[in-house]
């Protein structure tokens, strides 16, 4: 007998993958269900279901008010399989409930939740439609039934697609994008309580938010699906990633927040979707085909297109001017019955448009001509004609530019002056490009569509869709193929320009934004270099360089400035020598800026000369970009009090090598100096940020910071940076501030509020004690635990200490109250009790997991106090040997991805840190010149910066060459670099070959051998 006797059951049809114009042939509901998805009132929606008969034969009566409370589905969507929630799912945000839950078999908690939620349907509010589509797309593959909850701590009965890696971290680079499958690889998606969260939308749409949102980001439905449930719960990325991957389908962090950016897109067009409808009732212009095809839009153009007309200040169009003068009938019967149309009986002698027989019947065309632009089944069909067209983008020279134009600025676009592509192959930093030549009014852009789509289009029209309903007259024929000449060439072109370009712009943006996000999370997660003393230099001419000298623990033991390139050279030598000498320091870290390549010999040649015997030194250059700007900034005032400026930037570049993502989050990370953007020309051929040189080569062919969208390149970027610090994890008793601000539900208020808590109540001892630190509740708590670290050497000591306070505190209290009232003392005492450390805080496991751990060391025999020890690794191997992970999950009630990061947790040791497989800096010990080098040298090199159109590395000669993106092939990169995009991210260390050197222009061509 079936577990959901009282829900219909359809089966789901497999999602055919589409090309990357797949969302131009979209299609919506019939035009019954838009009708009365138009008339839809939520209010009543509660008192009918309710009314509802519940016997099983009663299962066919039912379908009409499901399909009410379901959002209208296109036409390929019919088949899907939409049904109710009647699991027992343990709300993600309740992690104390975790216990109770982790001992209950899921068949029995069935039935007592669908009581529970067939009681509470009366109560229910209008909730978010995309929610009961979510929470309805539990799509039963092949007839079967599954319960499947989102908590970590519970049974998920579904079989998980494996990963190609093991590895719990994916910071290499973004995968491929993963296609649609054609069937659900781990069943029905994992259900969520309907009454959670809810969240009431602005305007019902023709079109399923859920589906439009899979197509147009090529991921599963029921992925989608769960994804908006879990960002409707204020879940984070990280959060997401790490501790509910199976409800995403190990779906990485780039496509997750290109999915979030899709859905906040989606939903900004129906905001302005309804306030479009809201503006134009008001003004009483508001038709029944009007409101059908605004509840039709899914693009903002396309929206623009449809209200333009209703604007305010519009002088309308010219079909609604024929509509004025009454000929809209005249083209309905022209279509309708074309045999009864006198266009004679129209006329007017005394009314200007109706006075001539040629302005009636150009009143009917135009009429016909917007009916037919707006109608949307043929906009679908010129949309999918288009994609299987050659549809080209050309730029030409402007006419006027020679006069108003900079002829450096036409130089710059030398290479898109006669340019022509097709625009499913055109590159998207050449768009980026146009687009700019385009914005300086250097180019022309126009987009060209065939004359053959044209014929094709027409002849669809007149046989299929606007073939009118019997004989025509040729004059009647003759108006209706000017019509549709004119509809095409006046209304529908320019909206499938504008459509196309959009389409262009946005992808090239989001490219742009994400190599911007992989290139930073690169850069972020570099190898640390502890227990080291570092000497930093920033270099510099007229003003010095500027030294500072830092502890192995980032305290600053010297600060001060030489003079190398003024012909002090040999005395500032000695002057280096005993700094390094003094603190014992062998490692120099020079700023890549002005004066970089002069600072790098001079040490270079000191070191070959053996000078700083019997240290032997060595140095490295790392980026000092956003350095200056730090250095001025209120953190680094409030962090080195009394230090000049210029001596703080020498401190960032030496801390940047001995914690890279501590010293970087402080930083604005647009300026870490990584990505395509805010690159300038100068007149020495050196491209300089912010007046500080950071790159000598191909600038025409970088873009500025501006061309892309600033709100999405600052999300995507906050967001990398949340992603980062979180996996890497902070020791909440010695983090600063600014570290624990990017910690994943956390904010600069939540940050400040838990440094005063332990300055105020000493270290933390576990993180339960996070719940006392005011404004944090339990979903912030649930969201940042799993990514703080508690030491449990220096909490071991701590406790130690306090308990020997407390014991005689309490003594001292039991005496000067011995004559208090019985509750104050036992308040008195309750106060003094030390709270006890967990070993497990020390690990990646989250609490709401603590449960599960406990029983799986049981399972193995072991215990807390062998956590990251060589024994706890034997005996987890030793027991997954015999049992295997998916069994023993099994066994857990809980997930195959929880029990592995259980697994993780336990056996890394207590200071394990994921960024040691991570690439380390370049130490060098010599220097080799631009004029050394020969074609065919075969040189090693750390990637520098990584673009669409290719990859700079640095070789060490001062200038980084450029490895062209043709010449970045599969078979050229590691295991490791196939399973995921071809391309390279910064600090990564690479064999590559000198293809040409251009010495005059200072660029360096190179080929990839291989990736080391």
């Known amino acids: 007998m079936s577990l959901l006797p009282r829900r219909a059951k359809i089966q789901a049809q497999p999602m055919d993958s589409k090309d990357e114009f797949s969302y131009f042939s979209e299609s919506s509901a019939s035009e019954e269900d838009d009708k009365e998805d138009s008339i839809w009132e939520p209010q009543k929606k509660v008192p009918r279901s309710r009314k509802q008969p519940v016997p099983k034969e009663s299962k066919p009566k039912r379908g009409p008010r499901v399909k009410k409370k379901m959002l209208q589905t296109n036409d390929d969507s019919e088949g899907l399989a939409i049904k109710e929630d009647l699991n027992s799912p343990v709300t993600i945000a309740n992690a104390d409930m975790e216990e109770k839950n982790c001992k209950l078999n899921m068949a029995q908690t069935l039935k007592p939740v669908a009581t529970k939620r067939k009681n509470s349907a009366p109560r229910a509010k209008k909730k978010l439609k995309v929610d009961e589509e979510s929470s309805a797309a539990s799509t039963l593959e092949d007839g079967r039934s599954s319960a499947e909850t989102p908590s970590t701590s519970t049974t998920w009965e579904g079989v998980c697609k494996k990963e190609e890696s093991e590895d719990d971290f994916t910071f290499d680079q973004s995968p491929l994008k993963r296609m649609k499958t054609e069937t659900c690889p781990q069943g029905q998606p994992v259900k969520f309580p309907v009454s959670a969260h809810s969240i009431k939308e602005e305007v019902e749409m023709n079109w399923d938010i859920v589906q439009v949102l899979s197509e147009r980001t090529n991921i599963e439905f029921w992925v989608c699906a769960n994804i908006i449930r879990l960002f409707n719960d204020d879940n984070t990325i990280p959060f997401i990633i790490r501790y509910r991957k199976e409800l995403i389908n190990n779906l990485d962090a780039d ?76 083209a309905w019967t022209l279509l309708e019955n074309p045999g009864q149309l006198n266009l004679l009986s129209y006329f007017r002698p005394d009314v200007k448009g109706l ?109 299929n869709r606007w073939r009118p309903r019997g004989f025509a007259r040729p004059e009647l024929m003759k108006i209706l193929h000017s019509s549709l000449d004119d509809s095409f060439k006046r209304l529908i072109v320019p909206l499938l320009c504008r459509e196309f370009r959009a389409k262009l712009t946005s992808d090239a943006e989001k490219e742009s934004v994400m190599m911007f996000g992989q290139n930073l999370r690169q850069l972020l997660l570099t190898s640390p270099v502890p227990g080291r003393t570092l000497m930093g230099v920033d270099p510099g001419y007229k003003h010095g360089c500027k030294l500072a000298i830092i502890s192995p623990t980032s305290q600053i033991l010297h600060a001060d400035v030489v003079y190398l390139h003024c012909g002090q050279g040999f005395r500032e030598a000695e002057k280096i020598k005993r700094l390094l000498l003094d603190f014992n320091c062998s490692t120099v870290v020079i700023g890549n800026g002005t004066a970089c390549r ?62 890279p993502l501590a010293e970087l989050v402080k930083i604005e990370p647009k300026h870490i100096g990584v990505g395509m953007y805010q690159v300038k020309q100068c007149s020495s051929s050196c491209l300089r940020k912010e007046g500080k040189l950071i790159l000598k080569t191909h600038a025409c062919r970088y873009f500025w910071r501006h061309d892309v969208s600033q709100t999405l390149l600052k999300a995507t970027l906050d967001s990398v940076v949340e992603e980062c610090v979180s996996f890497v994890g902070v020791d909440i008793n010695i983090c600063s501030e600014v570290l624990l601000r990017h910690i994943a539900g956390l904010n600069a208020n939540r940050a400040k509020n838990i440094i005063e808590w332990r300055e105020k109540n000493g270290p933390f001892v576990n993180r339960e004690q996070l719940k006392k ?50 509750g104050k003392k036992k308040s ?145 990169l590691s295991k490791t670099k196939k399973r995921r995009s071809l391309g390279l991210g910064p600090g990564e260390k690479v064999e590559v070959q000198v293809l040409n050197i251009d010495i005059p222009r200072s660029r360096i061509s190179l080929d990839l051998v291989r990736v080391l």
């Open 773 to 822: 630190v005011k404004g944090l509740g339990p979903k912030s708590f649930q969201q940042c635990a799993g990514f703080i670290r508690i030491n449990q050497d220096y909490i071991r000591a701590f406790c130690s200490s306090q308990h020997s306070e407390s014991s005689g505190q309490s003594q001292e209290v039991a005496m000067t109250t011995s004559t208090d009232k019985q």
């Open 255 to 330: 496509s997750l927040r290109e999915v979030r950016q899709t859905l906040e897109e989606l939903r900004a067009l129906a905001k302005k979707v309804h306030s479009a409808i809201q503006k134009i009732k008001k003004e009483g212009k508001m038709s029944e085909c009007l409101l059908k095809a605004l509840l039709n839009c899914k693009t903002f153009e396309e929206l623009e297109h449809v209200s333009a007309p209703y604007k305010t200040g519009s002088k309308g169009t010219k079909a609604q001017r024929a509509k004025q003068l009454g000929l809209e009938g005249a």
């Open 598 to 659: 002069e600072t790098e010999a001079y040490f270079a040649d000191l070191i070959m000369k053996n000078y700083f015997a019997p240290l032997d030194v060595v140095y490295c250059i790392v980026s000092e970009a956003g350095a200056s700007i730090y250095s001025v900034s209120p953190e680094a005032n409030k962090e080195m009090p009394g230090l000049d400026p210029n001596l703080r930037s020498a401190v960032s570049i030496a801390r940047r090598v001995q914690d």
């Open 355 to 463: 006075s001539e027989l040629k302005d009636i019947e150009t009143g009917v065309q135009h009429i016909l001509a917007d009916m037919i632009a707006k109608d949307k089944d043929t906009l679908d069909f010129i949309r999918d004609l288009c994609q299987h067209r050659y549809i080209c983008i050309q730029s030409s020279l402007a006419k006027v530019s020679s006069k108003k134009v900079n002829e450096k600025d036409i130089g710059k676009f030398q290479l898109y002056q006669n340019f022509s592509c097709n625009i499913r192959n055109i590159q998207h930093h050449q768009i980026l490009a146009i687009n700019r030549g385009e914005n300086l009014k250097v180019l022309t852009v126009k987009i060209n569509i065939p004359d053959g789509v044209k014929n094709e289009f027409c002849r669809w029209c007149i046989q």
């Open 828 to 972: 008195k005492t309750a106060a003094n009790i030390v709270p006890m450390p967990n070993p497990l805080d020390q690990t990646c496991i989250h609490p709401e997991s603590y449960d599960i751990a406990g029983r799986f060391l049981s399972f193995i025999g072991g215990t807390l106090s062998e956590i990251g020890k060589p024994e706890m690794q034997q005996k987890i191997n030793s027991y997954l040997r015999k049992e295997g992970i998916e069994k023993t999950s099994e066994k857990l009630q809980t997930t195959a991805h929880t029990l592995q990061i259980i697994i993780d947790g336990l056996s890394q040791p207590e200071s394990f840190d994921f960024r040691t497989d991570f690439d380390k800096p370049d130490f060098k010990r010599s220097i080799v010149c631009l004029e050394d080098l020969q074609v065919g040298t075969v040189l090693t090199g750390k990637v520098e910066n990584a673009t669409l159109f290719g990859v700079f590395v640095d070789i060490g000669v001062g200038k980084s060459g450029l490895i062209p993106i043709r010449n970045i092939t599969e078979a050229k």
